[in-house]
Structure formats: C-alpha cells, structure tokens
T-cell receptor, first 114, second 115 residues
C-alpha cells in the first residue's frame, strides 16, 4: 500500500520568513495530493491540493509543487504569520471515481515566532 | 450550510466495554470516511463508504471494529471490547466524490479514552 513520509516533524520560523514542508510517497499510481492544516484541538482543514497532471499550484501565500518522477511534493508558505502556526499534514491517494482513501504523513508542527 | 458533525465529542469508557461513535456527513455527500488520529500522530484510514457500493474496510485494525452507514447518510463506528490502545481521536470526513469534488471535509472528531 501507499506510504507517505513527511519532514520535518517540527519547524520554527520567524514571522515573515518562508516555510517549506516536504513529503515523499511510494505508490507511483497516486494522483491526488492534498495538504491539511490542523490547529490545536480543531478539525483538519484543506488548504491546498494538487493533482498529478500539474507540477505546481499557488493560492496567495501558499504553493505546492509536485515532482512525479521523484515522487515527492512540497508545501511552501511565504510571508509567514503567527496564525499560520499549526500542524500541517500532507496526504496522497489514487482518485478512481469510486472513493478517495487518503494516506497521511505524520505531520509537521509549524511555529511562527514574532 | 452545516458541516460534518460527530457525537459524542468526548467519550470515556472502561476497558472491555463497547462504544458507538456517530457521524453526520454534509447533506448530499456520497462518500464518508473514518480515520483515527492517535496522540501526536497522523491520520490513519479506517473505512470508507461510497454510495451504495460495498464499503472499503481495509483499514480496520481488528475485527473489534465495524461501521455502518444507514440510508446513505449517518454512519456509526462501533468498537467492541475496547482496549487501551483504542484511545485516540476518531475523525469522520465526507465528500461529494464526483468530478473534481474530491475534497474531504472533516468533522470535529470524537476523543475516545479507554481506561
């Protein structure tokens, strides 16, 4: 089955700096890669996703890049703000039209310091 | 509109007892998923339901775990003879699962503590 590895497990940056979180996946058939943000005690929320037919996607301060050959994808947050502090999870799945079973990474605790 | 809801929000039980966790998905969502999140860990897939198809139970950790989805809407996850290692947050998610609408929307979770 699919295996997703995520690093770093913790990341501390100064406000205004950029943050990068990296994930690798094992199943070359995976074609859908979402990123979720989970604040303490709250539910995970989708922040951005990418499908395997594109290499990069951007939404304001957040971008995701995908390298299918190397089977890795990354989340980039620019101009970080204190409200970006949370745990971020990457995930991978194979979209079949019949379901979307996500395999998650173990999470990155991002702390944005003033 | 209303998001995914789950009940109870917290459940404390004694080892060996059975528990039932409930999930109300977003209205109209055909796909429903259960995940488990242990302390400081990622989310672990348990089971999913897609329309009228047979559920994918490949993530259930043992035969003590089972789930139902009645009428294509509400789902219950049942854990029989609970063990301390079952302590975790159980998250439910739903999605439209059609076309490009694959986003899974999560509920707030049920925090289960087995003493």
């Amino acid at each position: 089955g699919e295996n997703v590895e995520q690093h770093p497990s913790t990341l501390s940056v100064q406000e205004g700096d950029s943050a990068v979180i990296k994930c690798t996946y094992s199943d070359s058939a995976s074609n859908y890669f979402p990123w979720y943000k989970q604040e303490l005690g709250k539910r995970p929320q989708l922040i951005i996703d990418i499908r395997s037919n594109v290499g990069e996607k951007k939404d304001q301060r957040i971008a995701v890049t995908l390298n299918k050959t190397a089977k890795h994808f990354s989340l980039h947050i620019t101009e970080t703000q204190p409200e970006d502090s949370a745990v971020y999870f990457c995930a991978a799945s194979i979209l079949t039209g019949g379901g979307n079973k996500l395999t998650f990474g173990t999470g990155t605790q991002l702390k944005v310091e003033l | 509109g209303a998001g995914v809801s789950q009940s109870p929000s917290n459940k404390v039980t004694e080892k060996g007892k059975d528990v039932e966790l409930r999930c109300d998905p977003i209205s109209g969502h055909t796909a429903l998923y259960w995940y488990r999140q242990s302390l400081g860990q990622g989310l672990e897939f348990l089971i999913y339901f897609q329309g009228n198809s047979a559920p994918d139970k490949s993530g259930l950790p043992s035969d003590r775990f089972s789930a139902e989805r009645t009428g294509g809407s509400v789902s219950t996850l049942t854990i029989q003879r609970t063990q301390q290692e079952d302590s975790a947050v159980y998250l439910c998610a739903s999605s439209l699962s059609s076309g490009n609408q694959e986003t899974q929307y999560f509920g707030p979770g049920t925090r289960l503590l087995v003493l």
